[in-house]
């Protein structure tokens, strides 16, 4: 701190006053502790001639005099303190830039890879009409991870879709890209460069009167689809985006879009947002937004305006046969309705666009266990059965390979497993299931479906009355929970029709009782037990 404060000047006197006369070029170096010693950060192995060879005719003049190193030590510290003034500036003006960076996408998240699955996958939301925002995502996720020339890869195209998409805004539109180039730079130490990026956005942001950002709807925009593609937690953020961006151009169709959809994903959450109106004005100034039709759709389904809601998914599918988020919406839509070959054929179609989506394939696997349930109630062939239950398996399996933390998927393949006989898969997967870290509500659902399987397929009543009372002590009050209650009822009074002393039949009476004092024996006998029964009680 001492050469700091007074002067590169001043380390290079008391080195030059300390070095011996009588070394010679190949023998004399600065160990460590002496440079150290004065206080320096750098550390050198050099061999020279000392500043008193001058005062000493023996002495040969050096090819690379003391003087000389004094020289470069000076141009070295100074260059050292301008770089870590240069650094310190840099930082401060990213943290002022609007880039993702500075946005905090990742706060709640669990993990990046969670992050990146949920707005490259599970997220049906592509906005396809704004590629540039998801190469700035993509860039922002390459770069946490270490990549970061596939970051700088991704920001040149988003660049590039910048300029041919908004060439009349492209100076504005491109600020957060220029920002997110600056942050890239940096991490990578390349400061200059940085800098270059920092200087690009100033001078636009100096028409406008400030630094380092202004206040433009366009950058409102940019900053809602972003949070909007992150979804989850960032949705009310975005919300407020594009209600920022609406005051400044209320009849934007751009911005409405965004209103219209972020209120859509926040209406399940209190209060509630009502999106009916966000989204029929979207419609208006923008009848080209298909996935806005199908938002709607099937707002209107829930309030059972089913003929309005399916002419705007028909009219959506025509227009744009091959946007996934408008397919996946409108297979839900369908599902809903309880079309279920219509909803398979549209998420398969979906499919061929996206083959690696481990979502579809879990949704398709749903559909087609749902498939399994309805044919068998109509009392279809076996073959059909088979089919289905084969073509259920496929898609379950791609999604559980893919992703072994998803809920419930090893069980429903356990359940289809069984439901062909093929017990020990069935035993695999359900022990696969239990072995995840489950919520209570899926860990009792789990019991009851492990439950009916040692029931119906195993014969194994003991292991069936075992898994439905660990079932039945995690959540009485629960549907689960009240159909193992009723089993182990029936359980208890079969048994005592054949010994009114059975032990464990009074046993489970007890238990029973300790749960519910006012519990009546269930007036169901031994016959409503029927076979099959854990693939069909979800």
């Given at each position: ?316 599918l025509e227009k744009a046969p091959l946007a996934t ?8 839509l369908y599902r809903r309705k309880g079309d279920l ?54 898609h379950l399996k791609k999604a559980d390979e893919s ?136």
């Open positions: 701190m001492h050469y700091a404060q007074h002067g590169i000047s001043s380390l290079t006197r008391d080195l030059a006053a300390d070095a011996p006369c009588n070394r010679s070029v190949e023998s004399y170096h600065w160990t460590t502790s002496e440079v150290q010693g004065k206080g320096t950060l750098f550390f050198f192995f050099i061999g020279v001639n000392t500043v008193k060879e001058r005062e000493n005719p023996t002495c040969h003049a050096p090819l690379f005099s003391w003087v000389n190193l004094c020289y470069v030590l000076e141009c070295s510290f100074l260059f050292f303190l301008h770089s870590e003034t240069t650094k310190n500036s840099l930082e401060h003006s990213l943290q002022q830039l609007k880039s993702h960076f500075t946005w905090n996408l990742v706060e709640g998240e669990h993990s990046l890879d969670d992050f990146e699955d949920k707005v490259c996958n599970q997220n049906e939301f592509q906005n396809s009409e704004f590629k540039a925002t998801m190469c700035n995502i993509l860039a922002y996720i390459k770069l946490r991870r270490g990549q970061h020339e596939a970051a700088l890869g991704c920001l040149q195209q988003a660049e590039e879709l910048i300029q041919r998409e908004h060439a009349d805004q492209a100076e504005v539109r491109s600020l957060v890209t220029w920002g997110n180039y600056a942050w890239v730079y940096y991490h990578l130490g390349r400061f200059a460069e940085a800098q270059l990026y920092v200087d690009k956005v100033k001078q636009v942001c100096q028409k406008f009167s400030s630094p380092y950002r202004i206040e433009s709807p366009e950058l409102d925009c940019e900053e809602g689809w972003t949070r909007l593609k992150c979804g989850g937690n960032q949705n009310e953020r975005a919300k407020v985006c594009f209600e920022k961006a609406l005051e400044k151009n209320p009849k934007n169709p751009e911005f409405t879009s965004g209103l219209a959809i972020a209120s859509y994903q926040l209406d399940n959450q209190p209060p509630s947002q009502n999106p009916i109106n966000p989204l029929r004005q979207a419609i208006r100034l923008n009848p080209d937004d298909q996935y806005v039709k199908v938002l709607l759709a099937l707002k209107l389904q829930k309030m059972n305006k089913n003929d309005e809601g399916e002419r705007l998914v028909e009219e959506a988020d408008v397919i996946r919406g409108a297979a839900k070959d219509q909803a398979i054929e549209l998420l398969r179609k979906a499919l061929k666009c996206m083959p690696n989506n481990i979502y579809l394939h879990c949704h398709i696997g749903c559909y087609y266990k749902a498939k399994v349930l309805e044919v068998e109630k109509m009392g279809g062939e076996r073959e059909e059965l088979q089919e289905l239950i084969r073509h259920a398996i496929d992703n072994g933390n998803f809920f419930r998927i090893s069980s429903y393949l356990a359940c289809l497993h069984a439901r062909i006989g093929q017990y020990e898969e069935a035993e695999c997967y359900f022990q696969k299931e239990f072995s995840k870290e489950l919520p209570p509500v899926a860990k009792q659902l789990l019991h009851l479906r492990y439950g009916n399987f040692q029931l119906y397929q195993r014969k194994h009543e003991d292991k069936a009355i075992h898994h439905f009372i660990e079932g039945v002590k995690i959540n009485q009050g629960s549907k689960e929970g009240e159909k193992m209650k009723n089993k182990l009822q029936r359980f208890a009074k079969i048994k005592l029709s054949k010994n009114r002393a059975d032990p464990k039949a009074l046993h489970l009476l007890a238990f029973l009782q300790e749960l519910d004092e006012d519990m009546q024996p269930a007036e169901e006998n031994s016959e409503n037990l029927i076979p099959l029964a854990s693939l069909a009680e979800e």
